[in-house]
């Protein structure tokens, strides 16, 4: 009988193509090639990390960016870089079946699996509001959770309550970390999380048996260090003092920054002007021109106004520009390493209009007034 997870997918690669397959998968998430080198031989040697995912209150979209992944592809991912034994959303079994294949990959990987939560977990009336095989979330999340080897909350409800938890909250939706107590949780917030940064950390745990380096709210430094400010496409516009002022307007056409239509980038802590969606760039909120919504941030994202803008927490210029080319409307990925006296005096520049800005310019939606 095929593994409840079972999925159809090429035959089994060469060693050469799944040394490849590993490398490519460490440099997407800034891990150096002997990362990726080391992972295969671990793997070679039938230590593929064993992955429990659950599901909560959610919309599977973090589920769905995963499928979408190409480097490495979904089938090089759950067949050969790890062993996904329990995912509702990709089970082939259904009922008592599946919550067998749950019950078995637990004790024969205790203290070693892989748990990922994808949903907010319900707390209020015991929980009631979210039930699984006669369980709550709550006590599956526990149960499954405590036993785990590592534990990562994949998207913004699992990290801290996303949309679920928006007022007036009547589940009580709250994030894992709130109902793991004393358990690591690794946070990757995001709606939906990049997939890239669940590998890194899934990839760096299995090869190392450690957690990458985290925040102070259990965000990987390497993927939520700096706010999306400090590296967007459109920095340069903003340093200049070029703004779209209403969608559609030339500013806006031209690529300029997107600050007074309400973008959250200067608070936001994210990588997703550096680390593309399933590789395609262009595919965030400002890569199509809309203002970041600040979805990786509990005190803003389905709290704070869409088009209201908030203090820029970075106001400095960065050592490098991406490059700019108006003839054609956007702005480039690539920087054109402008530095020196040219940031040394829109340092000044920057810091004095970033605090006008977010101290005087009205709250109010763009077209108004």
């Known amino acids: 009988m095929p593994h409840p997870t079972s999925v159809a997918g090429p035959s089994s690669p060469s060693r050469r193509d799944f040394m490849k397959v590993c490398t490519t998968a460490a440099a997407a998430v800034g891990l150096p090639a ?42 090089a991912l759950i067949l050969d870089l790890v062993s996904l034994d329990y995912h509702e959303t990709l089970l082939a079994a259904a009922g008592f079946q599946a919550e067998d294949a749950l019950a078995k990959t637990m004790d024969e990987n205790d203290g070693k699996y892989v748990c990922v939560i994808e949903g907010a977990i319900p707390t209020r009336e015991g929980g009631r509001y979210c039930m699984i095989g006669g369980r709550t979330a709550l006590e599956i999340a526990r149960t499954v959770a405590g036993r785990a080897g590592a534990v990562a909350a994949i998207g913004s409800c699992a990290s801290w309550g996303g949309v679920p938890s928006a007022a007036p909250n009547p589940t009580g939706a709250t994030g894992a970390p709130e109902v793991l107590a004393g358990k690591t949780v690794v946070t990757l917030p995001g709606c939906p999380a990049n997939p890239y940064n669940l590998l890194g950390t899934v990839l760096q745990f299995a090869t190392f048996g450690t957690l990458p380096a985290l925040d102070d709210k259990g965000r990987p430094k390497f993927a939520y260090g700096r706010v999306i400010h400090e590296d967007c496409p459109r920095r340069p516009h903003f340093d200049a003092g070029r703004f779209a002022k209403t969608f559609g307007d030339e500013g806006h056409r031209d690529g300029w920054c997107l600050y007074k239509l309400g973008c959250k980038g200067p608070q936001t ?45 970075k106001p400095t210029g960065p050592m490098a520009y991406p490059g700019i080319a108006p003839e054609r409307g956007e702005v480039s990925a690539v920087s054109a390493g402008v530095a020196g006296l040219l940031v040394g005096g829109l340092a000044a520049a920057g810091y004095v209009s970033s605090r006008k800005l977010a101290h005087d310019e009205p709250k109010e939606p763009p077209g108004e007034g």
């Not at 429990?52 to 979209?61: A, N």
């Not at 979805?295 to 088009?307: D, G, M, N, S, Y």
């Open 269 to 313: 802590h994210a990588n997703c002007s550096l680390l593309p969606f399933c590789e395609v760039p262009g595919a965030w909120p400002i890569g199509i021109g809309h203002p970041c919504v600040g979805c990786t941030e509990q005190e803003i994202a389905f709290r704070v106004p869409l088009h209201t803008t908030v203090e820029v927490q």
């Open 34 to 75: 002997w990362a990726g080198e080391r992972m295969a031989e671990e793997v070679a040697k039938g230590k593929k990390p064993s992955v429990i995912w659950l599901h909560f209150q959610e919309c599977t979209g973090c589920t769905e960016s995963l499928l979408r992944t190409s480097h490495p592809d979904v089938a």
